[in-house]
Structures are given as structure tokens and as C-alpha cells.
């Protein structure tokens, strides 16, 4: 099965920068070594095109991106500092997420190893997200006839803001998103199904209310793919969470998507979003967990391959 990977698209950080960045490398190369992600591709992806892009954001505000006309407002909801390596990777990261789709279509489980970036509107950046890579993927799939409707299970801990005033009115995306409901983004804006959970909430709180909460929303959607955003953030040692999952409770909540949207006979599409974790070790875990998992209940086997650019699908 095909993970598509980007950690070689790295930002210039500042030393003291929060975002940890190392994260992406070190998740491909524990997949890369384990016994169970030896069997799949690891793919870098392609970049995604203006047309791609331009079905979700505006036309001056990629314009600006690119030029990196961006004030000082502009960067401090965005939270990295302006370089071409930062619109370079988020070209890339949105181009995994729509080749991972394209993947899952085929094999029923695919993953961009970054991406979730749920935080970007349309005009925007917000909270380390420049472009919406779940919704650029579901319209270019969509574009691209492959599919009609895709529905969007976004777990990672924060609301996916972006991704909810994206498709407001899209019939055709069904947004779903479970969060911490004091947590950041401060002013929410409204999923097609949002559950907020208090503070504190841990395994038991959590993975009930998930469980009560799926069969309605794959019902509602009525998807041809789904696009999943497995955050790590959940974690109870995660410095920007507000919740106290244990991996344990974590691993049991990726379990219940893939049981659900196997059942269902739906294709997933899995992207990382948010870990920030002190001890990146702990984030690699979670992640690691996630794609393992994955793998097993869809069923990917072969030998690795790393493929360049130009030969990505």
C-alpha cells in the first residue's frame, strides 16, 4: 500500500520554534523499519498544482503565499515565518493527501505521513495550516470523477475550523469533527457534526462518545472515501492538548474508524495533523500505531520502494 512521505521538505525554523518538525522523518523511518511497514511504498508526492489549490482558496491569497506578501497579522495566526520552503512543502503535503486519496480508491487504505492541516480558510492561514489538504483532496477527487461525496473524521484535538467553513453549504462533504471544547480555536465555527469534549476527558469518555457517534455520522455522509485525521494531540502528555488519552485509548480509537469505515466498505485516506508532544518519541508511537493498524485491517503487502517525484502517483 502507498504512504506518501514530504520530511524532505523541511522549514527553516527558528531553534526555539514549539512545531516539531523532526516528527515527519522519524515516523517514515520507524515505518521503514519496523517488521510490519516493510512490505509498502513509500512515495514522495508531487506538489499540488494552482488548479488543485484553487478549488478551495482564493485566487489573491494564493498570491500572495507564493509571494510571500504576507503581514505581520498574517503571520502571527499562521505561526511560521514566510519562506519558500514553507510554500513548497505545503504544496506537497496537500499533493499527498490527494494521492493518498487517489491510492485508497484502489487499495481501501492509504497515508500521507503529514497533512491534516484543518486550521486553513479559504482567505487564510490559521495554526501552522497555509492550505487545506482534506479538501483540496476530496474536490480534486471529486474534479476528477472518482468520486461523488467523501466524508471528513477529524480527530485530531483541536476543531478543524478551516475544514468546516470550507464545505458550510457543500452537501457533498460531510465534516466531522471530535475536539477538546476549550481548546484552541477559540471561536468555533459549526461542522456538519461537531462533538466537544471538557477538559480532562480520557479513554473511557472519549472512545464512548466516538462509538455513539460514527454509525450516524457514515450514515449521514454517505461517502465514497473517507478522509481521516488521526491527530496525536488527544495524548495525555500533549503540551497543546487539553484531553488525557492514553496510546492505549488511542490506538483503540484508530481500531474503531477502520473497524467502522471497513464495515462500511469505505476507503480511507489517513493524514497526521497535530502531535506536539515534548518527547517526539511519544508522537512517532501514536502516529506509527495509526498506520500500522491501518495496514492491518486493509491488508497492504510487498517490499519497500521509495520512488522520486516524477514517478509518484
Known amino acids: 500500500m502507498k504512504l506518501f512521505y514530504t520530511d524532505q521538505f523541511v ?14 522523518a522519524r515516523l517514515r523511518e520507524r515505518i521503514a523499519r519496523s517488521d510490519w511497514g516493510c512490505g509498502q ?17 482564493d485566487a489573491d491569497y494564493l498570491t500572495r503565499v507564493v509571494k510571500g506578501d504576507l503581514d505581520r497579522d498574517d503571520l502571527k495566526r499562521l505561526g511560521f515565518p514566510w519562506s519558500p520552503e514553507l510554500i513548497e512543502r505545503s504544496r506537497r503535503s496537500s499533493g499527498a493527501t490527494l494521492a493518498a486519496g487517489r491510492a485508497a480508491l484502489f487499495d481501501g487504505f492509504a497515508a500521507n505521513l503529514a497533512g491534516g492541516t484543518h486550521h486553513a480558510f479559504r482567505d487564510r492561514a490559521e495554526g501552522y495550516c497555509i492550505f487545506n489538504d482534506t479538501v483540496i483532496a476530496a474536490r480534486g477527487l471529486q474534479a476528477e470523477g472518482l468520486i461523488r461525496r467523501a466524508v471528513v473524521i477529524d480527530l485530531d484535538v ?5 475544514t ?4 458550510r453549504g457543500d452537501s457533498s462533504i460531510f465534516a466531522f469533527s471530535m475536539h477538546s471544547a476549550r481548546n484552541y480555536p477559540f471561536e468555533k465555527e459549526t461542522s ?7 477538559d480532562g476527558a480520557g479513554d473511557t469518555e472519549y472512545l464512548a462518545s466516538l462509538k455513539k457517534t460514527l454509525p450516524t455520522v457514515l450514515q449521514a455522509a ?8 488521526a491527530g496525536a ?14 496510546k492505549a485509548g488511542l490506538s483503540e480509537r484508530d481500531r474503531m474508524v477502520f473497524a467502522a469505515c471497513q464495515e462500511a466498505e469505505l476507503p480511507v485516506a489517513v493524514s497526521m495533523a497535530g502531535g506536539y508532544c515534548p518527547r517526539i518519541e511519544d508522537i512517532v508511537d501514536i502516529h506509527a500505531e495509526t ?19 516524477s514517478e509518484a502517483v
Do not use: C, W
Open 291 to 309: 498506520i500500522r493498524l491501518g495496514l492491518m485491517h486493509f491488508g497492504g503487502r510487498s517490499t519497500i520502494i521509495t520512488v522520486q517525484p
Open 158 to 162: 483541536h476543531q478543524g475550523n478551516g
Open 41 to 57: 511504498e513509500l512515495l514522495v508526492p508531487p506538489a499540488a498544482s494552482d488548479v488543485e489549490i484553487l478549488r478551495v482558496h
Open 164 to 167: 468546516a467553513a470550507l464545505v
Open 233 to 246: 494531540d488527544p495524548y495525555a502528555g500533549d503540551r497543546l492538548g487539553r484531553l488525557s488519552l492514553s
Open 192 to 198: 456538519d457534526l461537531d462533538v466537544a469534549l471538557d
Open 222 to 229: 454517505r461517502a465514497d472515501i473517507a478522509f481521516y485525521l
Open 11 to 24: 522549514l527553516p525554523l527558528p531553534e526555539t520554534h514549539q512545531f516539531p518538525m523532526q516528527k515527519y
